[in-house]
């Protein structure tokens, strides 16, 4: 038998050094996690309902599997359809091997160990025998989404909400004393920039009826997202997230922007121009609202949504046709921070650019707009969507150390809609120990004991806690 290939989880995962696996194990392994992105659903949260199986757990929401089973041939009946989730489990589990190399494979055996301890890998013949037992433990452990939660020592969450959200699910869950992780939601206000959107004026209506403020122009707009913010703060939010498809920076006058507004609230049709004008002027003041109210920017740079228009239109947004563009140029993004630096409006901003390729020059970036007397005041954020596997991550550090300090990183998020899935943080720790102890042994650093201690410590936990006000 090859050496490794024993049919068990190795708790050295990625950890590769002596040293790297001290630091694990010593400072990185017990830490809590503060997850200040992701995509789970607040009504599930609220419920706190038992999970049915497994197949639910992993299949209800996740689109890295429906992709990956997709290439695999698998009809989408098994997929996203009205097969059950028991039949779904039994049709991943039949191309769960030869996911080899790919971070789906580690992110379930993870989960198999971390919530089921559950050492040896999924396939089609022990298929439901793990069923069975996972089923059992399901029922045993009364395992629900607050349960994953707990399990994982998961101290915030910060779900994803528009800002006509009513935030109906937040209010009860902050009347529910029982609940032992803090949920805050993330303001996310994307369906007001795409104001080429065929859906734009009615959104702005809805809008509109959640500020009670009425929005006849593009002032009115701002004065209505600012309301719903607020609402936002009140239930302890500090975060924003901003969905950047494509962004040009274009130079604007209020003239011609209150154009523009108008024209979309009539539902004619932009030019590339006019809509590059509106972006520009939307994200630079949405940016100045989130600086007057204390919220830190987070722009996701550089997705291609809904490639395969015909798939979406049967299955529906964000089941796995989402792609990564280049069209954004970093020097837009860097007008931008400019803008706004200049007038002294900049706020904490995390950068997440998509493409892999571009993590050098947005390092750089960040570091030129750091001001202020606040800690790491632009950063690069985790590695994001396509890229948050162990290459990825590796990656990163590799890269970004030389360009922008490691140690003033807040770390992992999930970016997830499964209650599975923090142990990805586990992954994103088990790398940056092995990064900094290959460092430490290559004789790259020969500082103390403790100094690299507060900077694993704060990479995993600490440094979030500050940046956002947790």
């Known amino acids: 038998m090859l050496e490794?290939?024993?049919g068990h989880f190795s708790e050295d995962l990625f950890l590769k050094n002596t040293t790297g696996k001290y630091l694990y194990e010593t400072y990185a392994k017990e830490m809590p996690i503060l997850d200040y992105h992701c995509h789970l659903l607040p009504q599930e949260i609220f419920e706190n309902k038992e999970f049915e199986d497994l197949g639910e757990m992993w299949l209800a929401h996740d689109h890295y599997k429906w992709r990956a089973m997709r290439t695999f041939g698998i009809e989408e009946k098994f997929i996203t359809g009205s097969a059950s989730f028991y039949e779904k489990y039994l049709a991943f589990a039949t191309i769960f091997p030869k996911l080899v190399g790919n971070p789906i494979y580690i992110w379930c055996a993870l989960e198999l160990k971390r919530y089921f301890d559950i050492e040896e890998p999924l396939d089609a013949e022990n298929a439901p025998r793990i069923y069975a037992m996972t089923k059992t433990l399901i029922a045993q452990n009364h395992i629900?989404?607050?349960?994953?939660?707990?399990?994982?020592?998961?101290?915030?969450?910060?779900?994803?909400?528009?800002?006509?959200?009513?935030?109906?699910?937040?209010?009860?869950?902050?009347?529910?004393?029982?609940?032992?992780?803090?949920?805050?939601?993330?303001?996310?206000?994307?369906?007001?920039?795409?104001?080429?959107k065929?859906?734009?004026?009615?959104y702005i209506q809805l809008l509109s009826q959640a500020a009670c403020l009425p929005i006849d122009s593009f002032s009115g707009l701002f004065?209505?997202?600012?309301?719903?913010?607020?609402?936002?703060?009140?239930?302890?939010s500090t975060v924003s997230d901003n969905g950047i498809p494509d962004f040009t920076w274009v130079d604007y006058t209020d003239e011609e922007i209150a154009s523009?507004?108008?024209?979309?609230?009539?539902?004619?049709?932009?030019?590339?121009?006019?809509?590059?004008?509106?972006?520009?002027?939307?994200?630079f003041e949405i940016a100045r609202i989130y600086k007057r109210n204390g919220f830190v920017m987070q722009l996701h740079i550089g997705t291609y949504l809904d490639t395969n228009t015909g798939k979406v239109a049967i299955i529906g947004h964000s089941t796995g046709f989402d792609c990564i563009d280049d069209s954004t140029r970093i020097k837009s993004v860097g007008t931008l921070l400019d803008k706004l630096s200049t007038l002294g409006e900049l706020p904490k901003t995390i950068l997440y650019p998509l493409d892999g390729t571009k993590i050098e020059a947005y390092a750089v970036l960040a570091a030129g707009f750091c001001e202020g007397g606040i800690r790491a005041k632009v950063q690069l954020g985790a590695p994001w969507w396509f890229n948050d596997q162990s290459f990825g991550i590796q990656r990163q550090f590799e890269a970004v150390a030389n360009l922008y300090p490691l140690s003033l990183s807040v770390g992992m998020l999930t970016d997830s809609r499964s209650f599975l899935s923090y142990p990805r943080h586990e992954l994103y720790r088990r790398v940056l120990c092995n990064f900094l102890g290959s460092l430490v042994e290559n004789g790259e650093y020969f500082g103390k004991e403790s100094d690299i201690a507060t900077v694993i410590r704060d990479v995993c936990y600490y440094n979030a806690k500050a940046f956002f006000s947790f």
């Not at 004065?223 to 302890?236: C, N, P």
């Not at 523009?260 to 994200?283: H, N, Q, T």
């Open 144 to 196: 629900t989404p607050r349960w994953c939660m707990e399990k994982s020592k998961v101290e915030v969450v910060c779900t994803t909400e528009d800002p006509i959200d009513s935030l109906s699910y937040h209010y009860k869950m902050r009347e529910n004393s029982s609940a032992k992780t803090r949920i805050l939601s993330a303001y996310r206000p994307d369906r007001a920039m795409f104001c080429e």
């Open 4 to 6: 490794g290939m024993n």
């Open 198 to 202: 065929e859906d734009f004026s009615s």
């Open 260 to 283: 523009v507004f108008e024209k979309a609230l009539r539902g004619e049709i932009l030019s590339s121009l006019e809509i590059d004008r509106y972006r520009s002027a939307f994200l």
């Open 223 to 236: 004065k209505a997202l600012e309301q719903r913010l607020q609402i936002f703060k009140e239930i302890g």
